[in-house]
């Protein structure tokens, strides 16, 4: 079993940044697709970036791209989602995700494996 455990969520005003991290621990760390997901209240949880065992392909979410970016450190078994010039819509409670079989755009229900969540919130 894996065990996943997020920091770094804040209150930041609109175009500041923020990152946040996601350590594993329980299992090797390379065999993981991890992911970043969030949900705003009264909304479905989405995917907002994804990432290949050994950082060799990436996803990102329309509302990420050019803002976000994820990465991993296998040394550290820790995944990060580094998030620049946020928007007061980027408000929401930011979860790490881990799978052992899944692509990296794989939606919730694929991944088994989450965090207790980190909350975000944008505004001045």
């Known amino acids: 079993q894996v065990q996943l455990v997020e920091s770094g969520g804040d209150l930041v005003q609109p175009g500041g940044s923020l990152r946040l991290s996601c350590a594993a621990s329980g299992r090797a760390f390379g065999s993981l697709v991890m992911a970043w997901f969030r949900q705003a209240p009264g909304k479905e949880r989405e995917i907002v970036a994804g990432i290949s065992r050994y950082s060799l392909y990436k996803y990102y979410a329309d509302s990420a791209k050019g803002r976000f970016t994820i990465s991993r450190d296998n040394a550290k078994t820790t995944v990060y989602l580094q998030m620049n010039s946020l928007k007061p819509e980027d408000t929401a409670v930011y979860y790490c995700?881990?799978?052992?079989?899944?692509?990296?755009?794989?939606?919730?229900?694929?991944?088994?494996?989450w965090g207790q969540g980190t909350q975000v919130t944008v505004s001045s």
């Open positions: 995700a881990a799978s052992t079989s899944t692509t990296i755009d794989s939606p919730p229900a694929a991944y088994a494996t």
